[in-house]
């Protein structure tokens, strides 16, 4: 069964739209059955520009990582709706700490793997992926939940990108991560990609898909804070979650980034509801 907890939060990016998510996407389905990690905040101690907002960012993912958790151990399949990708080090991190050997798909305009060294914004959504890899400069990142990395890089892939910092090619290239740009994938198809995508998860046992609403074009899907020209069409999106979700093992899954303060007639967020229901037919 399907298990959908919200989060909140937004201190991993500061839009302040963010934190208006579940709000919205509860008044537009009331019935939207959620369970609610509200976002820490925190006294910022720290203040490093580089690491913008860290305590309250490492607090609200350590107790996302916990409430995700106790899903796992329920045998419930958790499906996280958050604002900043930020949050994602706690969810993956629950879902590496419940599992045997972790894949990870992050479907996504941003490679998401910046560290304090190559940063361009402070931002810790555009750092998830280094800290889950534990190659940031904080212990608390690399150690989030239990300490050490929470997936290889050999078992993680990247889809949909088309703005990854100069810092981050270098990061991609030296751990040798699988990514296809978005517009190698326009180029050699779609499905093509994914078959490659569903054979390269044959080396892990479950797989964890964080899907980021930024990875799709702004001028179809604009409630997002990053917006990049260019991008998925919400079918495009959907056909990829299809063939995870029927090819794959997938035991956690995120929705991520969607800014309603930005959404222009609420297609963002029919989209994320839209999209839950799409997720939950395959765990009736
Ligand atoms: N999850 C996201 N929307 N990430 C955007 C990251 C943008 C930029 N690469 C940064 O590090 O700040």
């Known amino acids: 069964m399907l298990k959908v907890i919200g989060c909140n939060n937004h201190l991993g990016e500061t839009a302040p739209g963010l934190a208006g998510n579940l709000t919205r996407l509860q ?28 305590e309250s960012v490492v607090a609200t993912s350590e107790n996302l990582a ?3 958790q106790e899903k796992h151990a329920e045998k419930l399949t958790p499906l996280h709706i958050l604002g900043d990708h930020a949050a994602a080090m706690g969810t993956v991190a629950a879902a590496s700490a419940s599992v045997e050997t972790l894949g990870v798909i992050w479907i996504d305009a941003h490679a998401d793997i910046n560290t304090e060294s190559t940063t361009p914004s402070g931002h810790i959504h555009g750092m ?6 534990g190659i940031t400069e904080s212990v608390e990142l690399n150690d989030l939940h239990f300490a050490g990395p929470k997936f290889k890089p050999e078992h993680m892939v990247y889809i949909g990108l088309r703005d990854v910092d100069p810092g981050e090619k270098v990061y ?9 740009y978005w517009d190698e994938v326009v180029e050699r198809g779609l499905a093509a990609c994914l078959e490659e995508i569903v054979k390269h998860f044959q080396a892990v046992d479950r797989v964890h898909v964080s899907l980021d609403l930024d990875s799709m074009d702004p001028e179809l899907i604009p409630g997002v804070s990053v917006p990049v020209p260019g991008g998925f069409t919400p ?37 994320v509801l839209e999209t839950v229901e799409l997720i939950r037919e395959y765990y009736k």
């Open 27 to 54: 008044e537009l389905n009331p019935q939207l059955d959620l369970e609610v990690v509200a976002e820490t905040v925190c006294e910022h101690v720290k203040n490093d520009p580089r690491l913008k907002n860290f």
């Open 66 to 68: 916990k409430v995700s």
């Open 128 to 133: 998830p992926i280094a800290a889950l890899l």
């Open 172 to 180: 991609l290239e030296k751990l040798g991560i699988l990514h296809y």
């Open 235 to 271: 079918a495009d999106t959907h056909q990829i979650l299809r063939a995870l979700l029927e090819n794959t093992s997938v035991c956690s899954l995120d929705l991520v980034e969607y800014n309603p303060e930005l959404d222009v007639d609420d297609v963002s967020a029919k989209y």
